[in-house]
């Protein structure tokens, strides 16, 4: 079969005088579809797909040659033959045949095949589901997968995969399961069981198609699969879950609300989580979520502030409850109670409540969540600028110098702070007074009736930090 049509021409002709039954004829095809010569082989395949359904069997036989070429033109004209009206049926057997093929390039020919032949393909994908090859099973399940909700006549096959002895088959089927749309909702009890697989693959996909299945069909059955999964053990699990519940969104709220009453701390903690990733579409769960403010578990409670600081605006009846746990011992939940009301109060900066515990929080123990609340207190601007004057009346130490501090970042906005502060510069100690003439420079010219004590200390006081302090704001204040 040189390079000249004509004699091409003649060869193909030959060939299919003699017929494929003829058992030289069949080799010397199944060889000069692996031959070297791309030319050769392509001129090959042309003359075998010719014969049409009658070359399935040879092709077949190609299959299962050594030579990877041969193999991997004989998927092509399978593929193309898949796609015949008259060799189809025929076809798909062959490239089944394919799926178990120790090359994974040709595996995936052969997958992509079976998916363009769409629905004529099922029944032979479904039974081999049974096959003995375990690369045959995990194909076909991977093809019934893409065809998705096409191909749903196989759920109750795939269904039966998820007991497959390999976890590679298990895997796929539970994957495929999650595309076949409203179908699948009847494979939810057994998809429930492989979140308990030994592989973690397939707990994966189990999770992945519950979720699939949860969004498709609004199966409320699928969530509560996935909600009761949140007391597993693996914490990379429980991730995995808390994300799917997440993506589903407002439909997971019921079942999630329902888990926040669990025995199981880990369920409880998971189930906080996942409403805070859920957001704004969670604000039903608010009522349940302030009762667990109150949870015996630390974790919990910073959870539950978490998820109402989430759903923002709209759970603004967890505003008083939130600003008690601005007490709480643990100041993980403190700090998550104070990021909430920053969210919550949002739209409404001057709430007179939320500034309070803002400015309060100045005073706490840990750092990071005075330094929080400084940055919050600041940015509320003059409205806070009442409560810090209350707060510097404070025997906490904490609460009274970061009060002083606030006010001179807020800068020209806290005037009416003044007369406040040049009594403390009169009555504090090193490091009080020292911060109030800082403030007062950072309040600037609006501050000037501070200027005669400002004088007075720059020369009399004992401190020199106080008397540099003093020097510099008389000079900020002195700007005009």
Same mark, same amino acid.
């Given at each position: 079969?040189?390079?000249?049509?004509? /004699?091409? /021409?003649?060869?193909?002709? &030959?060939?299919?005088?003699?017929?494929?039954?003829?058992?030289? &004829?069949?080799?010397?095809?199944?060889?000069?579809?692996?031959?070297?010569?791309?030319?050769?082989?392509?001129?090959?395949?042309?003359?075998?797909?010719?014969?049409?359904?009658?070359?399935?069997?040879?092709?077949?036989?190609?299959?299962?040659?050594?030579?990877?070429?041969?193999?991997?033109?004989?998927?092509?004209?399978?593929?193309?033959?898949?796609?015949?009206?008259? =060799?189809?049926?025929?076809?798909?057997?062959?490239?089944?045949?394919?799926?178990?093929?120790?090359?994974?390039?040709?595996?995936?020919?052969?997958?992509?095949?079976?998916?363009?032949?769409?629905?004529?393909? @099922? !029944?032979?994908?479904?039974?081999?589901?049974?096959?003995?090859?375990?690369?045959?099973? #995990?194909?076909?399940?991977?093809?019934?997968?893409?065809?998705?909700?096409?191909?749903?006549?196989?759920?109750?096959?795939?269904?039966?995969?998820?007991?497959?002895?390999?976890?590679?088959?298990?895997?796929? $089927?539970?994957?495929?399961?999650?595309?076949?749309?409203?179908?699948?909702?009847?494979?939810?009890?057994?998809?429930?069981?492989?979140?308990?697989?030994?592989?973690?693959?397939?707990?994966?996909?189990?999770?992945?198609?519950? /979720?699939?299945?949860?969004?498709?069909? #609004?199966?409320?059955? $699928?969530?509560? $699969?996935?909600?009761?999964?949140?007391?597993?053990?693996?914490?990379?699990?429980?991730?995995?879950?808390?994300?799917?519940?997440?993506?589903?969104?407002?439909?997971? @709220?019921?079942?999630?609300?329902?888990?926040?009453?669990?025995?199981?701390?880990?369920?409880?903690?998971?189930?906080?989580? $996942?409403?805070?990733?859920?957001? !704004?579409?969670?604000?039903?769960?608010?009522?349940?979520?302030?009762?667990?403010?109150?949870?015996?578990?630390?974790?919990?409670?910073?959870?539950?502030?978490?998820?109402?600081?989430?759903?923002?605006?709209?759970?603004?009846?967890?505003?008083?409850?939130?600003?008690?746990?601005? =007490?709480? #011992?643990?100041?993980?939940?403190?700090?998550?109670?104070?990021?909430?009301?920053?969210?919550?109060?949002?739209?409404?900066?001057?709430?007179?409540?939320?500034?309070?515990?803002?400015?309060?929080?100045?005073?706490?123990?840990?750092?990071?969540?005075?330094?929080?609340?400084?940055?919050?207190? @600041?940015?509320?601007?003059?409205?806070?600028?009442?409560?810090?004057?209350?707060?510097?009346?404070?025997?906490?130490?904490?609460?009274?110098?970061?009060?002083?501090?606030?006010?001179?970042?807020?800068?020209?906005?806290?005037?009416?702070?003044?007369?406040?502060?040049?009594?403390?510069?009169?009555?504090?100690?090193?490091?009080?007074?020292?911060?109030?003439?800082?403030?007062?420079?950072?309040?600037?010219?609006?501050?000037?009736?501070?200027?005669?004590?400002?004088?007075?200390?720059?020369?009399?006081?004992?401190?020199?930090?106080?008397?540099?302090?003093?020097?510099?704001?008389?000079?900020?204040?002195?700007?005009?």
């Amino acid at each position: 079969m040189g390079e000249d049509p004509a /004699k091409r /021409k003649e060869a193909a002709e &030959v060939l299919r005088s003699i017929g494929l039954e003829n058992n030289e &004829v069949r080799s010397a095809l199944i060889e000069a579809l692996g031959g070297r010569d791309e030319f050769v082989a392509s001129r090959s395949a042309e003359i075998v797909e010719g014969f049409g359904g009658s070359a399935v069997p040879l092709l077949e036989e190609a299959l299962k040659n050594d030579n990877y070429t041969a193999r991997k033109n004989a998927v092509g004209v399978l593929a193309r033959l898949a796609l015949s009206d008259e =060799s189809g049926d025929i076809a798909v057997s062959g490239l089944v045949e394919a799926l178990g093929d120790e090359k994974r390039i040709i595996r995936e020919h052969a997958i992509t095949a079976l998916f363009k032949t769409g629905k004529l393909a @099922v !029944p032979g994908l479904v039974k081999a589901l049974s096959s003995e090859d375990i690369n045959i099973r #995990e194909g076909a399940a991977l093809v019934l997968g893409k065809m998705g909700p096409s191909a749903g006549d196989a759920v109750a096959a795939l269904t039966r995969a998820l007991d497959d002895e390999n976890s590679g088959v298990r895997e796929a $089927a539970a994957s495929s399961l999650g595309k076949m749309g409203e179908a699948a909702e009847g494979a939810v009890p057994s998809l429930r069981r492989t979140l308990s697989d030994d592989d973690i693959g397939v707990r994966n996909s189990s999770i992945r198609a519950l /979720k699939d299945i949860a969004i498709e069909c #609004e199966s409320q059955q $699928a969530v509560a $699969a996935l909600v009761d999964a949140l007391g597993c053990e693996s914490n990379a699990m429980r991730t995995g879950v808390i994300n799917a519940l997440a993506d589903i969104g407002k439909g997971a @709220v019921p079942s999630t609300v329902e888990a926040l009453r669990s025995n199981n701390t880990d369920v409880r903690r998971a189930a906080g989580v $996942a409403l805070e990733k859920i957001g !704004p579409e969670a604000s039903d769960a608010v009522p349940e979520l302030i009762v667990a403010l109150k949870d015996s578990d630390s974790g919990v409670r910073e959870a539950a502030a978490g998820a109402l600081g989430k759903i923002g605006p709209g759970a603004k009846e967890a505003i008083p409850p939130l600003i008690e746990s601005m =007490s709480d #011992e643990d100041s993980d939940v403190r700090d998550a109670a104070l990021s909430a009301l920053t969210s919550i109060s949002a739209d409404n900066k001057d709430n007179q409540e939320v500034l309070a515990a803002f400015v309060g929080a100045l005073g706490d123990e840990r750092g990071f969540v005075s330094s929080r609340a400084l940055e919050l207190v @600041v940015d509320r601007g003059k409205a806070v600028v009442p409560a810090l004057l209350e707060a510097m009346n404070s025997e906490d130490d904490n609460l009274h110098m970061n009060s002083i501090v606030a006010i001179g970042k807020i800068g020209p906005e806290a005037r009416d702070a003044v007369p406040r502060l040049i009594k403390e510069l009169r009555v504090g100690d090193d490091s009080l007074r020292e911060a109030a003439a800082i403030a007062l420079g950072e309040i600037g010219p609006d501050a000037s009736e501070a200027l005669p004590v400002l004088r007075e200390i720059r020369v009399l006081d004992e401190s020199p930090s106080v008397r540099q302090s003093a020097a510099e704001a008389i000079i900020k204040i002195e700007m005009r």
